[in-house]
């Protein structure tokens, strides 16, 4: 029902009672006039009459009232009325109505936040049709199907996928529809991509696997729906037009539907083209079995009653022929087929969303103790009036109903004000890029579900703590509490709100331990050594094959760029790095090294499978890579042989036993070049900030003419200065070269975002859980001061110190924050496992965390009760025995 | 003033849909016709009479509509629905049943035991 037609529908139903009411009130009035016209007629004066007749019939507002229920029933009316004095009552202690509606909003708030996510991430499969028969094969799993020959035969040879597709990452391409070259990220993919995902455009047509003929055969553009809002305008005449992509013509297609982001949840890629065109725009060989960089992943529909375990064999089969037939380049482990969308983080994206899930139901949990606990005082501060509904014949049902509803309107209106504030920060969530020059988004869904599961869990909550005074009404003897008034007995038993209050302490000192895990393991992983000093440092990010340098002008046009750079006053060194520096985007390339002495180079002969960077002289300096042993690479290097290179303390403790036998030593890589060692660097962090100790070597980038790279320059001057200054110098050298000028640690907050996500979710959930622990502990004490004021003043009167008063006003309370902190703190550091997958070095046994939580559960029990203690010291004895 | 017998529980309902079937009435008509067939044996409250009329009403025994009483008064005439007479023999029955059952109950003597 729509909210319009249930208003009229409301409407009609008071005015109809309305209506009701006065036709009753007419009728009862007609029969009082029939009597009355009886007793005139039997020859009482008039006034007498009516008198008399009103006085027969008894109280008329009672029946008035009795008859409109009897005829109404009391279903929709008892509800009706419920609410009108559920709302009554509440409005009697506002107090108590903001605490407990705040306390749910920011729960439900949190939950909703929390669900919008995991459902995006998690529940719901990518947004194409049939995505639940989607499966593929990896990244990160095995590398082997990631040469475009391999997938062919994946592809041709499988008898589990309808078809198989396959996608490559195109990122900072250049874009140029007219004048305006701008860089876009987008995939390169296999003819069939949207045939096999049952796609359909939004405009035009897409490419499908009959206009491949081979490299270079289908210069053709399909814009994503987002991109061609935003770069093209909503342009339909975009159709048809050719753009400039790296300076090749390509022909616009067509454009996606707005539903259809890409087939990586996480990257919401600008253009799809055909992979076809990879090589030619500077991308990965096709041709090559070997190269393992031309695909990201292949994926495809499961035939019916084909499983993932059965696809997973089938591959593996496929695999093993592949061996056979290529010993050399295809050297296959274990293939593993997997549901397309999250590749290889699906593992740890769905033990971090189900962490943070547990922990959002846990600050729901602790608010609902936290409520139960106030709605129970709030309850227990009636049990008069509760007492004398009862005496006066109302029944238990009824009062427990009257409670329920307002422990329902409660979490409603929480719900509603958590679900109100949660929106617009999934919205803007979904609308997030973290990173300017990455496609990198959170899949976010703000559609119906996650009202379903705000109602569902305001309910819920709503149940939960109006279900905690039930004990007390069935238990209430009004005889009792009429005679002697509310102030019952001050037990020494242990009640049902202290539970409350120790469990949600315990949640409270749960959350804040593990957010102080993930916030130390942030801050070391930002202070951790990495290998290089990324501050004062700009990077450069250019592609020379997009601005169209052919192979041999690029070792030139890199020495160019460097002394350009090198030139803009306050630089104090620079150097170059080809692909990614360390820790950029997560990419980093293994080279496979064999001993100088091994000849036969097929993968079962590795020595070792470092990480490899090309980099150019000076590059160490601009780095802030600190050299242990030997020299740094020089301009005349390319000409030396055995190829000169640099080596990692870790390189060399691993393939030569230490840093000291490994100078002057000498290697094969997989092309078969042979090696020597020159010199000795730092270790450090290459791919990701979690990786163990890694080996790497830096070779000299002038034998490698690589068209992307990045400039590393080093200066203190203020960076936007520097940024404006290098645009320049670089637009001196070619105008049409784009470059991508971030600072280095604006690039590493990349390999942080995992680690910053957990540390503010977490922060946020602690932070969440300790306002509900300082509510909680400051109500139960305010409580125990309030009801045991009379005592404190005699002890006072009889002597007592104020510790004395305070450890007997306070101690209880105390005593129960410090059980639940310590349980809190256990499940903390036993739940900080599960945070080792995300975040640097999760480690809970560091005393700084442990030292943290007891603080922080301290001051906040501090904090809690420095208002209630404040009262129980300034108790005035004589004042308080004149009161009573 | 003669000795009224309290109402026992369920009776007022019967004795309404008694009154009605006889004739189409108002409230206080009712209230009459009552007294009339009861001998003024029962008491009640004037005002008690409408819930009760109420509560059949909505079970939908009783037809109200509105009409001009013998003292050109407006006022609501009830008559009985076809449910309300199913319901007016079945509960005639079920009555007669009991009393004549209790009947029989207290005027046992020692000897028919």
Redesign the interface.
Known sequence: MNPITWLRSLAARLFDRDGAAREIDEELRAHIAHRADDLIRAGTDRARAERQARIEFGGLEHYKEESHHALSGSMFDGFFHDIVFAVRILRKSPGFVVSAVTALALAIGANAVVFGVMDAMIIHPLNVPDAKTLYGTQYGADLEFQSYPSYVDLRNRNHSFEDLAAFNFMLGTVLNPGNDPQPANGFATSGNYFTVLQEQPFLGRFYTAADEHGQGSAPYLVLAYNYWHARFHDDRGVIGRVVLVNKHPFTVLGVSSPEFGGTLKFVAPDFFMPIVEQEILGGNSLNDRANTAAIFESFGHLKPGVTQQLAEADANRVAGELVKAYPKEFQATHVVIGRTGLTAFTGPVHGFMAALMMLAGMILLAACANLGGLFSAHTSSRAKEVALRLALGSTRRRILRQLMTEAMLLALCGGTLGVLGGMPLLTRLSTWQPFAGAPLHIPVSTGASIYVVALALALLSGFLFGIVPVRLVMQANPYEVVKAGATGKVGRKVTVREILLVAQIAICALLVTSSLVAVRALVRSVNASFGFEPRNTLLAGVNLATAGYTNDQIPQMDRRLLDAMAAIPGVESVGLVNNYPPLVYTAAFRENVFNEQTHDLKLSNIALAPYRFNVSPGYLKAAGTTLLEGRDLNWHDDKVSPVPALANRQFSKQMFGGINGAMGKRFRIADGTLVEVVGIIEDGKYMSLTEDQQPAILMPSMLYNDPQSYLVVRSSRDPNQLAKLMRASIRDLDGGLHADIQSWNQLLEVVQFPARMATMALGALGLMGAVLSITGIFGMATYSVSRRLKELGIRVALGAKRIEVLQSALGRALRLLAIGSVAGLAFGLMASRVLAFIVYQATPRDPFVLAGAVLAMALLGLLATWIPAQRALSVNPIALLREE | MPDQAQLLPGTLDLLILKAVSLGPL????I?LRIGQITSSALLI????L??????L??QGLLKPSWGV?D?N????FYELTTAGRKRFREETEGWNRVAAAMAAALGATAEEI
Not at chain 2, 45 to 48: L, P, R, Y
Not at chain 2, 50 to 55: G, H, N, S
């Open positions: 108002h409230g206080y008509g209230l409250e004037q005002g008690a409408y819930p009760a009329l109420f509560r009403v909505r009483s003292n008064r407006r006022a609501k």
